[in-house]
């Protein structure tokens, strides 16, 4: 007795495919992460890197002239989406800058899907994964902007900017994939947090006003671009004055650290932010009593960032887990 044929419908095939995929993704679900692990960490850390190299690449186009290798935004030219042949080594580096932030775009996801299952016992991750990956877009349309009004030197300095945002905001993120979750307290002194908050201030002039300097300096990405029309070597001196100012508070903290709870990690925090300091301000000298040298202005640019990263760090590390904190307190009066 020959067996019936099976016959197949549309909505059949369409249940199978539904199952498929309903099975393909509980798959995905049980393999991303509910805890904090290396997978996150890691993540957390490459989304710091990529957010602090393409500061790298970003000035690099800038301080060749290659501002507007692609002389229009999205695409490269009103005709052709990548650079040709005919743009020349501007039209590369400024395309191979944009494609960096696909980069940005692909490890932002990545921290977003290895944090999502955690969107209750780590609603701080969530939204700082969250927000990174929402800002990286509109960063890129700011830097479309500054092509479209030819560089105009307070547009590209909002461009810079809005990394510098991103930095500290993936900085946040690697601090905070080593915390404990959990409400938290001020563990520091009242006047070590005030110190701390005022250099932060410092930081945040000093960029704001090194970004001034440079948008009244010769580097403006492009030869025809135009200058904000301050004084560079005035504006130099303005750049400075906050820079100290952040010194020697950070001497301050350094000090003032050793009397902080070990666990806290100030020492080790505030002695990072020391060296990025002295980096920077060797740096900085060194390339104004050399004309501004490109590869120097490229380092110093990205050094900025990495002190708003340094600087987020510390101020990350003032406060503990409000238990540990409890028990911290109630252990040093028993004592």
């Given at each position: 007795?020959?067996?019936e044929?099976t016959?197949?419908?549309?909505s059949?095939?369409?249940e199978?495919r539904?199952?498929r995929?309903?099975?393909?993704?509980?798959?995905l679900r049980?393999?991303l992460?509910?805890t904090?692990d290396?997978r996150v960490?890691?993540?957390?850390?490459a989304t710091?890197a990529?957010?602090i190299?393409?500061?790298?690449?970003g000035?690099?186009?800038?301080?060749?002239?290659?501002?507007l290798?692609?002389?229009?935004?999205?695409?490269c030219?009103?005709?052709s989406l990548?650079?040709?042949?005919?743009?020349?080594?501007?039209?590369v580096i400024?395309?191979?800058?944009?494609?960096l932030?696909?980069?940005?775009?692909?490890?932002?996801?990545v921290?977003?899907?290895?944090?999502v299952r955690?969107?209750?016992?780590?609603?701080?991750l969530f939204?700082?994964?969250?927000?990174?990956?929402?800002y990286?877009?509109?960063q890129?349309i700011?830097?479309?902007?500054?092509?479209?009004?030819?560089?105009?030197?307070?547009?590209?300095?909002?461009h810079y900017?809005?990394?510098v945002?991103?930095?500290a905001?993936?900085?946040?993120?690697?601090?905070r994939?080593?915390?404990?979750?959990?409400?938290?307290s001020?563990?520091?002194?009242?006047?070590?947090a005030?110190?701390?908050h005022l250099?932060s201030?410092?930081v945040?002039?000093t960029?704001?006003v090194?970004i001034?300097?440079t948008?009244?300096?010769p580097?403006?990405?492009?030869?025809g671009a135009?200058?904000?029309?301050l004084?560079?070597?005035?504006?130099?001196h303005?750049?400075?004055?906050?820079?100290?100012g952040?010194?020697?508070?950070?001497?301050?903290?350094?000090?003032?650290a050793?009397r902080?709870?070990?666990?806290?990690?100030?020492?080790?925090?505030?002695?990072l932010l020391?060296?990025?300091?002295?980096a920077?301000?060797a740096?900085?000298?060194?390339q104004?009593?050399t004309g501004l040298?490109i590869w120097?202005?490229?380092?110093?640019?990205?050094?900025?960032?990495i002190?708003?990263?340094?600087?987020?760090?510390?101020t990350?590390?003032l406060?503990?887990?409000?238990v540990?904190?409890?028990?911290?307190a109630?252990h040093?009066?028993?004592?």
């Amino acid at each position: 007795m020959s067996a019936e044929p099976t016959i197949t419908t549309a909505s059949g095939s369409r249940e199978r495919r539904w199952t498929r995929g309903a099975a393909a993704w509980l798959h995905l679900r049980d393999w991303l992460p509910d805890t904090v692990d290396r997978r996150v960490i890691a993540a957390a850390w490459a989304t710091l890197a990529v957010q602090i190299g393409i500061v790298g690449t970003g000035g690099l186009v800038r301080l060749t002239g290659s501002g507007l290798g692609c002389p229009t935004w999205p695409q490269c030219t009103e005709d052709s989406l990548v650079a040709t042949a005919e743009m020349g080594i501007h039209g590369v580096i400024e395309f191979g800058n944009r494609l960096l932030t696909f980069v940005l775009v692909a490890v932002a996801i990545v921290m977003f899907l290895f944090v999502v299952r955690m969107r209750r016992t780590r609603r701080d991750l969530f939204w700082l994964s969250l927000v990174i990956g929402l800002y990286v877009p509109l960063q890129a349309i700011i830097g479309g902007i500054t092509v479209l009004t030819n560089l105009n030197p307070y547009v590209v300095g909002l461009h810079y900017f809005a990394s510098v945002l991103l930095v500290a905001l993936a900085a946040a993120l690697v601090v905070r994939v080593y915390a404990t979750p959990g409400p938290r307290s001020l563990a520091v002194p009242r006047w070590y947090a005030v110190t701390t908050h005022l250099t932060s201030a410092l930081v945040l002039i000093t960029v704001v006003v090194g970004i001034l300097v440079t948008g009244s300096g010769p580097h403006a990405g492009d030869g025809g671009a135009a200058r904000n029309g301050l004084n560079p070597e005035f504006m130099q001196h303005v750049h400075a004055w906050p820079a100290y100012g952040t010194f020697a508070l950070t001497l301050v903290l350094l000090a003032g650290a050793w009397r902080t709870p070990p666990p806290l990690r100030l020492r080790l925090w505030t002695l990072l932010l020391l060296a990025v300091e002295f980096a920077q301000i060797a740096v900085g000298l060194w390339q104004a009593r050399t004309g501004l040298p490109i590869w120097l202005v490229n380092i110093h640019m990205v050094l900025a960032v990495i002190l708003v990263a340094a600087m987020t760090a510390v101020t990350m590390h003032l406060t503990a887990p409000a238990v540990a904190r409890g028990a911290t307190a109630s252990h040093t009066e028993d004592a």
